[in-house]
């Protein structure tokens, strides 16, 4: 059962454009939603994260949008380049003593130049 | 300022083999994670330490152990090595057992032939 639920499978885009990824969880009880950034032959890299008493946050292009209410939560990255191609991998983590992360599948971007 | 360190970076094991992967967490870092991401999906929770105790135990076989010493660094081993195993095996680290960033190694990338 994928508690966390990723799309698209996969994307592409233009330079300069708008890539947009979602998620949606099922158990209420995570409290941080981390960003994963991950290229090939390398681990995954902490982009943003976001917790859910905010709607919003954004650094540099990269901006976390949250609806807690519709438990979903998306990625936006601005003016896309070619050096953002990539997987991205949002997670949430569980509330208490087990502080495992639960991931999504991942999302594979293509920004072509 | 060294990130997380993960030895070795490839390594190949034939079944029924056994294999001890070895992770340095950062500096000042007191929580490891272990995590298998097989080809194309998101990274699975296999262990946490923190503070050399056991804090989170993923759906892995008893095959699957893993340790912490009292430099934080931490090892996982795996016996009776299946064709299943092979994947990245990343190690995170944070600072704390909760509440905190978790930062990835590279991996190793494990083949069992």
């Known amino acids: 059962q994928q508690q966390v639920k990723q799309s698209p499978q996969s994307l592409i885009v233009q330079k300069g454009g708008i890539s947009i990824i979602n998620c949606a969880y099922e158990?209420?009880?995570?409290?941080?939603f981390p960003w994963y950034q991950q290229f090939p032959g390398k681990g995954p890299a902490l982009l943003i994260a976001i917790r859910p008493d905010v709607s919003e946050k954004k650094e540099g292009r990269f901006t976390i949008s949250f609806n807690k209410s519709a438990k979903q939560f998306s990625l936006h990255i601005m003016d896309s380049q070619p050096g953002d191609s990539a997987t991205y991998f949002c997670?949430?983590?569980?509330?208490?003593?087990?502080?495992?992360?639960?991931w999504g599948l991942g999302t594979s971007l293509g920004v072509n130049p | 300022d060294a990130g997380v360190t993960q030895s070795p970076t490839h390594l190949i094991k034939t079944r029924g083999q056994h294999v001890t992967l070895r992770c340095s967490p950062i500096?000042?870092?007191?929580?490891v994670s272990w995590y298998q991401q097989v080809l194309g999906q998101g990274p699975q929770f296999i262990f946490q330490y923190y503070e050399k105790e056991e804090r989170g135990r993923g759906n892995f076989p008893d095959r699957f152990s893993a340790r912490q010493f009292p430099n934080y660094s931490s090892e996982l081993n795996v016996n009776a090595l299946l064709l299943g195993d092979s994947a990245l095996y990343l190690c995170a680290s944070s600072l704390a057992g909760s509440g905190t960033e978790a930062f990835f190694g590279q991996g190793t990338r494990l083949t069992v032939v």
């Open positions: 500096s000042g870092h007191k929580s």
């Open positions: 158990n209420t009880a995570f409290d941080y």
């Open positions: 997670a949430a983590r569980r509330a208490g003593n087990n502080r495992k992360l639960i």
